[in-house]
């Protein structure tokens, strides 16, 4: 019954997404990915592997556990209800984010200084996913699917706070480890993805009587049948019975 309800893509891809991500978590843990490699430098040549590979890699079990969780819960919803376009905005969002990201310049916000910074991490991808679910229902107003912007609004609405440097809120004695360029990569290209495919799958469904001239025979002839059956309904009442029934009413509103 369930599979056809849910799916399959919708537990096949995020499992092997998190298999990748756990995966390349082990092989930084032995020794295969040292230093910055497999990151995101912006602008260094060196760093547009990254654009492929730091999605997958991770700096602490924390880090891992953290992005895992949302990644679960936002492609499964994205494989769930929008399978036709699912790969596309996976992909697209994956490498349009970590092209993004390699072009921002990383400034430091107290100095307005370049810093040379290493980039790893699923929370760009994260951003996407959250984004255009939220934006894609909205555009298509599908009931359906505005309930799943609502839902990732409800989890997921505290994500706006990072697409911000921390230094902006806190006084820190030195610069944010956490990305805040790849958040706000993830969420600008999930809003644009939301809008290019946004006349594709599910939409608001319009009734056939919503339709401008939309005229059916066999409604009018009901209509008219009813009006025959039933004279009365359509009999205005005599003045003078008007007049004696809002009397009747403004005296009992006296009392």
């Known amino acids: 019954m369930l599979k056809n309800v849910i799916h399959k893509n919708a537990i096949i891809n995020p499992l092997l997404m998190l298999g990748a991500m756990w995966l390349?978590?082990?092989?930084?843990?032995?020794?295969?990915?040292?230093?910055?490699?497999?990151?995101?430098?912006?602008?260094?040549?060196?760093?547009?592997?990254?654009?492929?590979?730091?999605?997958?890699?991770?700096?602490?079990?924390?880090?891992?556990?953290?992005?895992?969780?949302?990644?679960?819960?936002?492609?499964?919803?994205?494989?769930?209800?929008?399978?036709?376009?699912?790969?596309?905005?996976?992909?697209?969002?994956?490498?349009?984010?970590?092209?993004?990201?390699?072009?921002?310049?990383?400034?430091?916000?107290?100095?307005g200084e370049y810093m040379y910074t290493c980039t790893i991490g699923a929370s760009g991808v994260v951003y996407v996913l959250a984004f255009f679910l939220f934006f894609s229902g909205v555009f298509k107003w599908n009931m359906t699917l505005l309930t799943i912007s609502l839902l990732v609004v409800l989890y997921y609405g505290s994500l706006i706070w990072g697409m911000f440097p921390e230094e902006l809120f806190y006084n820190m004695p030195e610069p944010s480890k956490i990305s805040w360029q790849a958040h706000l990569s993830g969420a600008l290209v999930g809003s644009i993805l939301a809008f290019v495919f946004k006349n594709i799958g599910d939409k608001k469904k319009r009734f056939i009587w919503e339709f401008p001239n939309y005229y059916s025979e066999k409604d009018d002839k009901l209509w008219q049948e009813y009006k025959e059956n039933h004279p009365d309904d359509f009999l205005e009442l005599p003045y003078k019975k008007n007049e004696d029934l809002w009397d009747h009413l403004e005296e009992i509103r006296r009392k």
Do not use: R
């Not at 992005?67 to 994956?94: D, E, H, R, T």
């Open 24 to 111: 390349g978590y082990f092989l930084q843990t032995q020794g295969f990915f040292s230093s910055c490699f497999g990151a995101i430098i912006p602008l260094l040549p060196e760093g547009l592997l990254g654009i492929i590979t730091s999605p997958l890699l991770h700096g602490s079990i924390d880090h891992i556990v953290g992005n895992s969780i949302p990644i679960a819960v936002l492609m499964c919803l994205l494989y769930q209800f929008y399978p036709l376009v699912a790969n596309k905005v996976f992909v697209m969002g994956w490498l349009a984010t970590g092209l993004l990201l390699w072009i921002l310049p990383p400034i430091d916000m107290m100095t």
